[in-house]
């Protein structure tokens, strides 16, 4: 290499032109240095001491109608940064609901929570450490322990439960744990293979006392082992399978920037709190260049997970995953090859410890495409021509831990403008000391019970097809009497009904009628004149089965309904209330819906509940396959035609043939067609 020196300076280079400054949107995720700093105004106002726990803490999103201007009109106003934080203080039990301005650097709200009627927000990290010091110092349970034939409580793994509401006295506006034992024999043990069965400890978790302990008479402790690991127990593994790789040598179809997710026509910003988790915001559809909205914000706002044993150890067992013990904070740092497959991008998020504090969780969200099968497929007899179009999605997905259970919730989005949740559940099913004589459990090993139980999730869909006003017809197919004027009897048709106020939108799926719902747009119609839409479609399993006069159902009034449409407001996110820890019950949308709001042409959400009736099998034994829950949301007269005629024909000339055909006895009608000549019906 040589280098040349000149005796003419060259000139400099103009400066560019600065960069237009891009205003920092109002819905991105929170960032560490503004939990940082709402924690300091807390401290500034003496909300902060030693004994304060953050017990929730995550972005108040502006309202709607804010953020929509925002983005309309450059001069229109930022809206407020605020988060909304609530604080538990261990030394003197009070709870206190908070609005941080993070802008104004002010606190906007100091509110006290009245913990006998509206309950306490989640578990702490320290209160399953106290737990266990707890009651393995209290005599009655060690004796109890002791009687099953315990006497090591160094084998003894304790595992504190959020209590509910039973019609304890001394419980009331005290923070209580349910405690239940099992043994854990060596260090990888499957403790859930060992309950101590027929014993719960009733721990007040802040005067750090056990209130009862309660017995039955289940007093063995099943011994078969549960390690799904040990070779004894798994047997030789098996050699057979060849390896799938799945590799994009031309890299991804999606971008990923400043937290908006753009892919196919989709565009989606990606967001993630300590409570929910996972959250999607303004997904909506490039459409000739434009982006029409169709979901604000869509999340996973509550999950029960309902025990259906009636025993004394176990039937005050409903857990409020979301609510109790926080999914986003649960969540897994995902791996490649493990949990994802392919060519992935992966986004960390930040929640808030207990002592608000802000915690990184690597990569907590996965983003990858994959292959769905077919699209579309004809092979037409009459121009000879056969296509077939490959379906692809994109898949946004966490996965989380809550004790025994692991859930994956999966969003998929398709090139055809249909939107999925997949709920993907894991892990290992509770278990219990079965005595051989309950039809409230499932036998899975000599002396080892699992009891009946749902997961009952709840969708938020903050809904704006073609903008904010919205309505929701339920659809219903019907038969047709033979008449006159359907002489055959062969007509069916179906029911439109308009779910005008919030008391008519408490409804249940009923798969005999096919009942979908319609959320329809009252700004924009398609090509024939009717309203752009999207249907939900229900998988329509059973809902909530817990009696009427339940706890559960007190207090999981959201479930006892698959459909709830209200009036849409900023602050109500929670299906099952906000402080959602022993809260007695009507909170949430029972009480959301109890204004009866018009939502008929309105600023509307959908929140949809569906789950799973789980009646364990014995291949639920040692760890449990993978099972689904989910709905489907297709959009129905949004678009004018087939949005995806444009998806090349990618994998080889078989799947694209233009080819001439006619005269070669390959034509068919339609169905009913024969072969060999072209037949119209009835001919």
């Known amino acids: ?141 060690v004796a109890a322990i002791a009687k099953r034939g315990v006497t090591d409580l160094d084998t003894v793994r304790t595992v504190p439960l959020s209590a509910g509401v039973f019609g304890y006295a001394d419980e009331v506006g005290r923070r209580v744990f349910r405690v239940l034992a099992f043994q854990q024999r ?156 392919g060519e992935i991008r992966y986004v960390d998020a930040t929640v808030v410890s207990d002592l608000g504090e802000p915690v990184v969780i690597k990569n907590a969200i996965c983003i990858h495409e994959e292959d769905a099968g077919i699209l579309w497929k004809h092979n037409d007899g009459f121009s000879g021509t056969k296509e077939t179009r490959r379906q692809r999605r994109l898949v946004v997905s966490f996965f989380v831990t809550v004790g025994n259970y692991d859930y994956g919730f999966y969003w998929h989005l398709y090139l055809d403008g249909t939107m999925q949740l997949e709920c993907k559940a894991t892990g290992i099913v509770f278990t219990s000391g079965h005595d051989g004589a309950t039809e409230y459990a499932t036998k899975l090993a000599p002396g080892l019970g699992a009891p009946v139980h749902q997961h009952m999730f709840c969708a938020r869909l903050d809904m704006t097809i073609d903008g904010v006003r919205n309505h929701v017809d339920e659809l219903d197919v019907q038969r047709v009497p033979t008449s006159e004027t359907n002489a055959w009897g062969n007509a069916l048709t179906r029911t439109r009904t308009r779910l005008a106020r919030e008391s008519e939108a408490q409804r249940l799926a009923v798969q005999d009628l096919g009942r979908v719902w319609s959320i329809e747009s009252d700004e924009r119609t398609n090509r024939v004149g009717e309203p752009t839409a999207f249907v939900l479609y229900p998988e329509g399993r059973p809902p909530l089965l817990a009696a009427d006069d339940a706890s559960a159902r007190r207090r999981a009034g959201f479930a006892s309904k698959h459909l709830w449409v209200t009036r849409y407001d900023r602050d109500e996110l929670w299906a099952a209330g906000y402080t959602v820890n022993q809260h007695p019950g009507g909170a949430g949308l029972p009480a959301y819906a109890a204004a009866d709001r018009s939502i008929d042409g309105q600023d509307i959400v959908v929140w949809h509940t569906f789950g799973l009736t789980h009646f364990p099998r014995l291949e639920d034994w040692p760890i449990m396959p993978v099972d689904y829950a989910g709905f489907t949301l297709k959009p129905h007269g949004f678009f004018d035609r087939n949005p995806t005629l444009d998806v090349p024909a990618t994998i080889g000339p078989a799947c694209h043939d233009h080819a001439d055909h006619h005269g070669h006895g390959q034509a068919h009608g339609g169905h009913g067609g024969a072969h060999s000549t072209q037949h119209t019906h009835g001919a």
């Open 1 to 141: 290499m040589s280098t040349e020196v000149t005796s003419e300076i060259a000139p400099a280079p103009a400066p560019a032109p600065a960069p237009a400054l891009q205003r920092p949107h109002p819905l991105r995720m929170l960032a560490a240095d503004e939990i940082r700093a709402a924690r300091k105004v807390l401290a500034d106002a003496g909300l902060v001491s030693d004994s304060t726990r953050f017990s929730y803490f995550m972005l108040r999103e502006p309202d709607k109608s804010e953020v929509l201007a925002w983005e309309s009109a450059d001069s229109a106003p930022q809206p407020a940064r605020e988060v909304t934080v609530l604080l538990t203080d261990l030394a003197t039990g009070s709870v206190v609901e908070t609005h941080v301005d993070l802008d104004a650097q002010v606190m906007t709200l100091c509110r006290a929570v009245d913990t006998a009627s509206e309950g306490f927000g989640p578990t702490l990290d320290e209160d399953f450490v106290v737990a266990d010091d707890i009651v393995k110092a209290h005599p009655a349970w």
């Open 186 to 341: 060596y260090p990888t043990d499957s403790v859930w293979a060992h309950p101590i069965d027929g014993v719960v400890a009733h721990v007040d978790i802040d005067a750090r006392k056990v209130l009862r302990v309660v017995e039955t008479g289940i007093e063995h402790v099943p011994d078969e082992s549960g390690d799904y690991l040990d070779p004894a127990v798994r047997g030789p593994e098996r050699t057979t399978l060849k390896p799938i790789e799945i590799t994009q040598p031309e890299g991804v179809s999606f971008s990923l920037e400043d937290g908006i997710l753009e892919w196919q026509g989709w565009r989606v910003r990606v967001g993630f709190n300590g409570r929910e988790g996972l959250t999607l915001h303004q997904i909506g559809f490039s459409d000739a260049g434009v982006v029409r909205p169709i979901v604000y914000r869509a999340s996973v706002s509550e999950m029960v997970v309902n025990y259906g044993d009636p025993t004394p150890t176990h039937a005050w067992q409903n857990y409020f995953d979301v609510g109790e013990y926080q999914f986003g904070r649960l969540a897994n740092s995902l791996e490649l090859g493990c949990d994802c497959l």
